[in-house]
């Protein structure tokens, strides 16, 4: 059964924008802030000062942003921006991601943490290639809400008749897909504030919610409580000291697995099992810098101690011993291919990273790429260039610990590493196994 927020309270929900170049992204997020006033009078004089310099018939307040100074410049989004801001509802955390496509990259990286993405389309433009490409990635990311927001309907009269052929348009492309978030259309003005935080009289023909009141209103499940209870290892403490705690007892004997909780809680009795050893034991003691917790939550850094003296380091799992984890030397998974100066082909090498572990990794093959406009999977050209969406093999020197992405965003995703760069070149989203795989060929080295 899904566990969900109560809108009433205070609670935090992150999302991200995107959408194609210019269709008000930046413009929105200011909005947003200056509508529910969570900028400072000294911000906004900034801004009308820069509004000025530029030229601009108004106060553009996408400059509240784009914080790059080639951003300004340019009038455009480069890197990903993120923003805070509270209402008496909820604590929101932004992310204003670029719609050059050049810049998807940058898209991946704000939307991997969303729990809602707010995709614009360009009301003269209607649904285009970048719309396609950025709703199908937020598909891959499992982000669980869309908010498709029609942007710039003061440029085309506020027409209803354009708003419903976008909306169509668009829900039929989410039909092909492999994972349909839950979609709310919004016709908006950015730059007037239509339907942003108070509803628009230009609409009379709307009768859902304002972008705000949904932002405040939408349900989504917090990530301490679902999920089933992972731990990746990231350091093992061992004051050897001859100190004595008060709450820890003497330091000599102290061995805690420090690192952060990636889903599920853990309290002290809990029955466990240590990978890689897969050795089973039990949890004595739950610390942080402020003394002992009851239980570790998702999200949160923690020490947890056992009852067993067991080898685990950094890179290990731990996981209840209820809720096993997959373990596998290789797995398919979707990618997205980052690179500009290198392409991935069959037989490539790479540093893998997963949760705290870092491991040698192959692709020993690619299984197909997408055809974003159409969601058709292509095998006619198996390489992938920037930006290019698809399914590869991948066989590692050791085995990871795991779960399918569709079950834990953080467990189930992966970034590939340039060998001799040391640049990051694909993100990726776990599949499944491939049960035995490692002893059946031994001809592929890495």
Not at 85 to 104: E, L, N, V
Request: with cysteine; hydrophobic share 40%.
């Amino acid at each position: 059964m899904d566990v969900l927020v109560n809108p009433t309270e205070s609670s935090l929900l992150r999302f991200t924008t995107a959408g194609s170049v210019d269709d008000g992204k930046s413009t929105l997020i200011g909005r947003l802030l200056y509508d529910s006033k969570s900028i400072f009078e000294d911000q906004l004089l900034a801004v009308e000062e820069s509004s000025k310099r530029r030229g601009d018939a108004h106060v553009n307040l996408a400059l509240l942003t784009d914080g790059l100074r080639a951003e300004r410049e340019q009038g455009i989004t480069i890197d990903v921006a993120y923003r805070y801001f509270a209402t008496p509802k909820r604590k929101f955390i932004i992310a204003d991601t670029p719609g050059h496509i050049q810049y998807t990259r940058n898209m991946v990286t704000g939307a991997s943490t969303a729990d809602l993405a707010i995709i614009l389309i360009d009301a003269r433009l209607g649904v285009i290639e970048q719309t396609m490409r950025h709703t199908y990635l937020a598909s891959l990311l499992r982000i669980g809400h869309v908010v498709l927001a029609v942007n710039k309907m003061d440029l085309v009269d506020f027409d209803q008749a354009v708003y419903d052929r976008i909306v169509s348009e668009y829900m039929a492309f989410t039909k092909g897909l492999e994972y349909v978030p839950q979609i709310r259309p919004i016709p908006i003005s950015a730059l007037n504030g239509d339907n942003v935080v108070d509803h628009s009289s230009k609409t009379p023909w709307y009768v859902g919610p304002s972008l705000l009141e949904h932002l405040e209103t939408v349900q989504v499940k917090p990530e301490s409580v679902t999920g089933s209870a992972r731990f990746p290892v990231q350091w093992v403490i061992r004051p050897i000291s001859d100190q004595t705690d008060s709450k820890l007892g003497n330091l000599h004997d102290y061995r805690g697995f420090a690192g952060r909780v990636a889903g599920g809680t853990f309290r002290p009795g809990d029955e466990v099992v240590v990978h890689p050893s897969a050795m089973k034991s039990r949890i004595v003691g739950i610390h942080t810098f402020s003394g002992e917790e009851k239980e570790a939550i998702s999200q949160l850094s923690y020490s947890i101690t056992l009852a067993d003296e067991i080898d685990s380091s950094r890179g290990g799992m731990i996981v209840k011993a209820d809720e096993p984890i997959q373990s596998s030397h290789e797995f398919d998974a979707m990618i997205c291919w980052f690179a500009d100066k290198k392409t991935l082909k069959p037989r490539g090498k790479f540093h893998l990273r997963h949760t705290t572990n870092d491991v040698r990794a192959v692709v020993t093959e690619v299984l197909y790429k997408v055809n974003i406009s159409t969601l058709e999977k292509s095998q006619d050209v198996l390489e992938f260039g920037l930006n290019d969406i698809g399914c590869i093999r991948i066989r590692t020197s050791a085995p990871i610990f795991f779960d399918a992405y569709s079950e834990n965003r953080i467990t189930g995703s992966f970034v590939l590493v340039d060998e001799q760069t040391n640049n990051t070149v694909a993100a990726g989203m776990i599949l499944k196994p491939i049960a035995d795989a490692f002893e059946e060929d031994a001809e592929v080295t890495i």
